[in-house]
């Protein structure tokens, strides 16, 4: 498989501390998507102040967001327009988009092409900021690799051809060579993925096939994943917090897909309750090896955010955070 060298030197700001090491491209990680009503008082200060985005407050923590909307419905415009204006303090940032369900879940084939000029219009005012980093094309484990899904797909990658195109599969018969080298014919990265390895499930990797490298950490509810038990949230399908040690290997990967990459995005997607925002912040203090900006709400509920914290707590708590009782996190 061909590699890809990267066009630009990574900042001073992701510095990699392995003697002679290749130049690698730009490095942004963060979370996937900020609109979550759990996250008041945990990420986002419970009484926000007058102004308040969460959009904004992110940036100031991470160079890159997943926007998750856009799967559900396309990109309005005008949000779009607005959300560009909201990250404007942070120059590094990009957003990251999910390409409409209806492309990627619905029955094949389902769209139609008053549903792909809806989604243009959202993309394209991210595209002509020079914010849209990526649009990940994300199918579910059911989309099996065959004769007519590989059509599809191939058809869908022209389709869409304009944008910095990432694919998402889950089942393991896309691991295969072919696969790659698809990817490779339409300039499309390969999103890597950590996901509970159940039956067929495409395991790990660190595959690069475009310019844009891209790795997602689902989080690993083994019990939950594939549950259609109507009694459990749908929350819980996220709720994962993952330990430093299961973060190590793919610190290894993150890296050896930079090396190979113009522009590497990692989004963490185990989103409840903020821990896709404490994995994200331990990724980004790691692979600089430095202490980072930590937000407040958050600390108070993982003390173990304070071994990456930048500065000392903004008020004095009556017991040791280190005490407090920490979260737990492991395969249930």
Not at 18 to 46: F, H, I, M
Not at 73 to 101: E, G, S
Not at 223 to 229: A, V
Request: charged share 25%.
């Amino acid at each position: 498989m061909p590699q890809h060298k990267p066009k630009a030197p990574l900042p001073a700001s992701t510095p990699d501390s392995r003697p002679n090491a290749a130049p690698r491209g730009t490095l942004r990680v963060g979370p996937a998507g900020w609109s979550y009503p759990d996250w008041s008082g945990y990420v986002y200060p419970a009484r926000r102040p007058k102004g308040f985005h969460e959009a904004a407050y992110l940036a100031e923590f991470f160079d890159t967001i997943e926007i998750n909307t856009s799967f559900y419905q396309p990109l309005r415009p005008d949000h779009a327009a607005q959300w560009i204006d909201r990250v404007l303090a942070n120059p590094r940032f990009l957003f990251t988009a999910k390409l409409w369900q209806r492309f990627t879940h619905d029955s094949i084939p389902g769209a139609t092409p008053a549903d792909e000029r809806a989604v243009r219009v959202g993309f394209d005012v991210l595209r002509a900021a020079d914010k849209l980093g990526a649009v990940l094309l994300q199918f579910p484990f059911s989309f099996h690799r065959t004769k007519e899904t590989v059509s599809y797909l191939a058809a869908l990658l022209k389709r869409f051809a304009g944008y910095p195109l990432v694919v998402e599969v889950r089942h393991s018969s896309w691991d295969t060579p072919e696969t790659l080298a698809l990817l490779q014919e339409h300039n499309a990265g390969f999103c890597n993925i950590d996901q509970p390895v159940i039956g067929r499930s495409l395991t790990p990797s660190a595959q690069a096939t475009s310019p844009i490298g891209y790795i997602r950490l689902h989080g690993r509810r083994y019990d939950t994943w594939f549950s259609d038990d109507r009694a459990i949230p749908a929350h819980e399908r996220y709720n994962y917090l993952y330990t430093s040690e299961e973060l190590a290997p793919w610190i290894i990967r993150v890296r050896n897909v930079a090396e190979r990459s113009r522009d590497t995005f990692v989004v963490t997607n185990n989103h409840f309750q903020g821990k896709s925002v404490v994995n994200a912040l331990q990724l980004i203090s790691i692979l600089k090896g430095a202490k980072v900006k930590v937000p407040e709400p958050l600390r108070r509920h993982y003390p173990e955010l304070e071994d990456i914290a930048d500065t000392p707590p903004a008020e004095p708590t009556l017991f040791s955070l280190a005490g407090s009782k920490k979260e737990k996190p492991g395969k249930p």
